[in-house]
DNA sequence: TATTGACTTAGAGTTAACTCTAAATGATAT
DNA sequence: ATATCATTTAGAGTTAACTCTAAGTCAATA
């Protein structure tokens, strides 16, 4: 799959998917004849992957070690799991944040829906 | 009180909170007679609001925007509450962005621990 | 054959949100 | 009296994560 496809599909710009090749975010991705990136079905993979953590927030350079513990084989399984627990964690914590904010905006905006219709009568 | 223990109250570095007041964030803080600042409750309380907020990731200039129809008045309140409505909107759909990231890294480490009870035998 | 379009590269530029630096002031402790 | 401490200011520097630029290649179309 050509980049212009990708780039689509994961709603990220064809800069972005080069320079997440070029920081090691992505492997390698394979040319064709004419020395144009041809995405295979692993390369998709890692991007559902990669995306799905970016849009929550992860940052790129947890991800990158975790990408670099599996190129490392089997012997960082340990290590990938801690790493994914502790991502686990904040994105829970982040979820508890949000959500006090929400209950913050939840009040101020019944407040200024009382004092609108209070003001109408 | 003194930024000191203001910066200590919220976890922001005294820097930020200067920074905060510089771009109108927070509004001008009165200085005491050696021109240091001396937060009012008022301040503490729009602090509390916008670290709240900030936490969330709610951006400073949507933040700056809020706080620039407030200063405009009552006039102003039908499009403040539209403007809570929307962040709200933002976070919701965060949450769920979270949610889905959640869900993902939580097949992984359970797979994680599958091999690796696996391997122990 | 000329031009259009999709791609390539290396490297520079941008943006949001801080964070730091340097020089100065005034109050407090030794 | 001197040193230390908490402040102040304007403005420069940093960081993460892109995003853009310029110059070039190749294949397809008018």
């Known amino acids: 799959m050509r980049i212009k496809e ?3 599909r994961f709603g990220l710009s064809q800069d972005t998917l080069r320079y997440y090749e070029k920081i090691g ?3 390698y991705v394979t040319r064709d004849s004419q020395g144009n990136r041809d995405y295979q079905e692993s390369d998709l993979q890692r991007l559902e992957f990669v995306c ?3 849009d929550a927030g992860v940052s790129i350079q947890v991800l990158r070690e975790y990408i ?3 190129h490392l084989g089997d012997e ?3 290590a990938r ?3 994914l627990i502790q991502e686990r964690k904040k994105l829970l914590d982040k ?6 904010s929400l209950d913050k905006l939840e009040y101020k905006i019944e407040n200024y829906e009382k004092c609108l219709s209070t003001k109408k009568i």
């Open 6 to 8: 990708v780039s689509q």
């Open 95 to 100: 979820q508890a944040i949000i959500q006090a």
């Open 52 to 54: 799905c953590m970016r």
């Open 68 to 70: 670099e513990l599996n």
């Open 76 to 78: 960082t399984m340990e």
């Open 25 to 27: 975010l992505i492997d």
């Open 81 to 83: 799991k801690n790493l």
